[in-house]
């Protein structure tokens, strides 16, 4: 049986969408003066550091699916969160037999409930989860990386991409949650052209994936 269908981890699972649905329906209200487009991403993670934004279902199960596919040993993800998406990544570690995830999240109040919950889920040995600005927590990933999970503030997941290209292995999946996002726009217009080493898939899961293969420049 694969470790998603485990019943602890269905357990933790099921109690975070349920949380995140239920905020959907109720979002909570920023501080006065606050705006989105003009802030820092630390203040974004601080005013925010209670919505969940989470991955789909669908999105989880492609995540796992794509890490038993391809094996990876080691794989970034940026953007934490409550740590629903890590979790997906962690069973399919965990299945795999091998390999590490590195997650990073600018909120603390997140890294603590995101450890929180894969200790609850029995996976928090496969995760290692850095509290900081992902362009500084993550040059220090020793090897090279095989997947990485970009799903943070989206104006940064092209800087945060061009930063990891040297390590990426050949043949690497880069996965990019929301590419139904405008905000999305820069980031697949470099992934989509090939001359920037990758070939790039749309997947049609809630708000859009898309999955791109370093190539190798």
Not at 8 to 34: C, H, I, M, Y
Not at 186 to 215: I, Q
């Amino acid at each position: 049986m694969s470790t998603l269908n485990a019943p602890k981890v269905q357990t933790v699972l099921d109690r975070l969408f349920v949380a995140s649905a239920e905020q959907e329906n109720s979002p909570p209200a920023w501080p006065a003066g606050f705006s989105y487009q003009t802030s820092s991403a630390q203040q974004r993670a601080d005013v925010m550091s209670g919505e969940y934004m989470p991955i789909s279902r669908q999105a989880g199960d492609l995540l796992y699916s794509l890490v038993r596919a391809s094996r990876p040993e080691r794989i970034v993800e940026f953007g934490t969160s409550f740590g629903i998406s890590t979790i997906y990544l962690a069973c399919a570690v965990l299945d795999n037999g091998a390999g590490h995830i590195f997650s990073t999240e600018l909120s603390v109040a997140k890294v603590e409930a995101a450890h929180r919950n894969l200790l609850e889920a029995g996976l928090a040995d496969k995760v290692t989860i850095l509290g900081g600005d992902a362009l500084q927590t993550l040059t220090d990933v020793p090897g090279l990386i095989g997947l990485a999970l970009l799903d943070g503030w989206k104006d940064m997941n092209l800087p945060v991409l061009k930063m990891l290209e040297p390590r990426l292995a050949a043949g690497a999946l880069i996965v990019a949650d929301d590419s139904s996002f405008e905000t999305m726009a820069d980031y697949l217009h470099y992934v989509r052209d090939r001359a920037n080493g990758y070939v790039s898939v749309s997947f049609p899961v809630e708000d859009g994936m898309e999955v791109s293969c370093w190539t190798g420049g």
